[in-house]
């Protein structure tokens, strides 16, 4: 029994000798990795020369990232990307912090050697029939594009005017060529495209879809159809194409309808759209493209010296009330709101005078409503910040301009449309927001309204300014997939110059 006892004892104190031993093994294993994480984890691994924007460099300060927080993080959506933090550890010294402005957008630091950087751009000179062609400019002397210097073409007016993107940009584009025109200067036209950060495709895809998307009795085929299938032979067979798969290429496509055609064939690039309410998540995402806003139709509200007290009315809508898709909540709040004595709820549209009447109406209301209609955006959100009129927005799956640097709760109310359609719960939260809080968004709008003013010249801080460092702030991850695209270039992988078949999104129209 003794011989027995002793084994059993040897037995119990060699196991716990080999529990000790793989546990001391496996904390100096544990102990080693992290040491070395931290050692490679240093700032000096990230040439910020790459950097294209200054803008960027925001987002990179010694290991801080001064627009993310942990608790904004939100898991992956539908077209909504997840948001990944990159802890990057600095290498010691005093730090000198970042200047900030009252929006929450960090500036440039004055000691950065990439301040004066600017976004480059290499913009394809299609023939005019893609662009200036679709305003009946007619081109002269061999080129392709109009004499700035000389006569500005003319985008046409009303509803046409909201989706203009494309024209805002290329124009800007075409004055950085030009001395003398005084501009803002947060991009650059270069005529070499291995200098370019990104490769611009100058097609008129909004205003092409409303004039030329119906099939006339003589035609097969539309105007717009044509001219979509000519870009994507075109675009797709140039060598800028080819060497990156399309990544690094801006394609414009404003109207939730126009590049119905080509989104499909050209869907590794990088969209600027107004929402992603008609495409699928692996055709455009937050993570990939770029949401720009309308262009407001109604006045501007200039030197507006209104206050709570001067507006009469207090919630504001005035639109189409019966629509498709996510636009379900018009008609359940006209008939909750239409009754109430201080509120605007009516059906309206462009006619006869409904934009001089809906700019009245904006600038002598409080609140002005945005609720989603066929597609989560609408154009009512930037008349309403024109008007300094607070939006109160009921879009559970809207998008928003600049997002990533602009925080919109400081001058927008936000309602989820199951409590909007609630018995009562939207007017008696309207009617909770007093004088002190309503001022206070209202000079918010004043003090953001130029980030959403389309103007040529472009000036610094405008629409066409915010759409550009927009589109540096995405450069990084562009040259990251590029850069991952061209691993096997060299074996001439079947990736090269070949398009994917995706299954179109069941809300195309």
């Known amino acids: 029994m003794a011989e027995k006892h002793s084994s059993s004892s040897l037995g119990v104190v060699s196991r716990k000798s080999m529990f000790c031993l793989f546990s001391f093994v496996s904390a100096l294993f544990i102990l080693s990795w992290f040491f070395m994480l931290r050692s490679t984890v240093s700032a000096g691994f990230i040439d910020l020369s790459l950097l294209p924007h200054p803008k960027l460099n925001s987002v990179i300060d010694n290991g801080n990232s001064a627009s993310w927080n942990r608790n904004d993080v939100e898991p992956s959506i539908g077209n909504r990307a997840r948001a990944i933090p990159v802890d990057i550890e600095g290498d010691g010294g005093e730090e000198k912090p970042q200047e900030k402005d009252d929006l929450g957008d960090v500036k440039c630091n004055s000691f950065d050697n990439n301040c004066n950087q600017v976004l480059k751009v290499f913009m394809y000179d299609l023939p005019s029939e893609f662009h200036f062609g679709l305003l009946d400019w007619k081109p002269q002397g061999g080129s392709v594009w109009p004499d700035l210097r000389a006569k500005v073409p003319a985008y046409p007016g009303g509803l046409n005017l909201q989706h203009s993107i494309e024209y805002w940009l290329t124009m800007d584009l075409l004055a950085s060529e030009i001395p003398g025109i005084p501009r803002a200067g947060s991009a650059v036209r270069v005529q070499n495209s291995s200098e370019a950060d990104v490769i611009f495709v100058p097609f008129f895809s909004s205003i092409s879809y409303n004039r030329y998307s119906k099939v006339n ?293």
Request: net charge positive; hydrophobic share 35%.
């Open 217 to 509: 009795p003589h035609q097969k085929k539309s105007k717009n159809k044509s001219l979509e299938e000519k870009l994507v032979k075109f675009v797709t067979s140039q060598k800028e194409w080819k060497r990156s798969g399309g990544r690094d290429h801006i394609i414009l496509a404003h109207h939730p309808n126009s590049m119905l055609y080509a989104r499909m064939k050209l869907w590794t690039a990088m969209f600027i759209l107004a929402d992603f309410g008609r495409y699928s998540p692996n055709i455009a995402n937050v993570g990939k493209d770029v949401i720009a806003p309308y262009k407001h139709v109604i006045k501007s509200y200039a030197n507006d010296s209104s206050n709570f007290d001067s507006r009469p009315t207090l919630l504001y809508f005035q639109g189409a009330i019966y629509r498709k898709d996510g636009g379900f909540a018009r008609q359940e709040l006209f008939y909750a709101l239409k009754d109430e004595k201080d509120v605007h709820f009516q059906f309206g549209s462009v006619q006869k005078d409904g934009v001089s009447k809906a700019s009245q109406g904006m600038h002598s209301s409080k609140f002005c409503l945005n609720i989603a209609g066929d597609t989560p955006s609408s154009n009512r959100l930037f008349d309403a910040i024109a008007s300094h009129c607070v939006p109160v927005i009921i879009s559970d799956d809207i998008e928003l301009p600049y997002e990533d640097v602009l925080d919109y709760s400081q001058f927008c109310i936000f309602v989820r449309t199951s409590d909007a359609v609630r018995e009562k719960f939207l007017i008696n939260l309207v009617r909770s927001i007093k004088k002190d809080e309503w001022t206070r968004m209202w000079q918010r709008l004043k003090e953001v309204e130029n980030f959403f003013e389309f103007q040529y010249p472009s000036k610094e801080g405008d629409a066409v300014q915010m759409i550009w460092q927009a589109v540096a702030r995405k450069v990084p991850a562009i040259r990251l997939k590029v850069n991952k695209f061209r691993r096997f270039s060299r074996f001439g992988t079947h990736e090269d110059g070949v398009l994917r078949k995706i299954p179109s999104p069941s809300n195309f129209w």
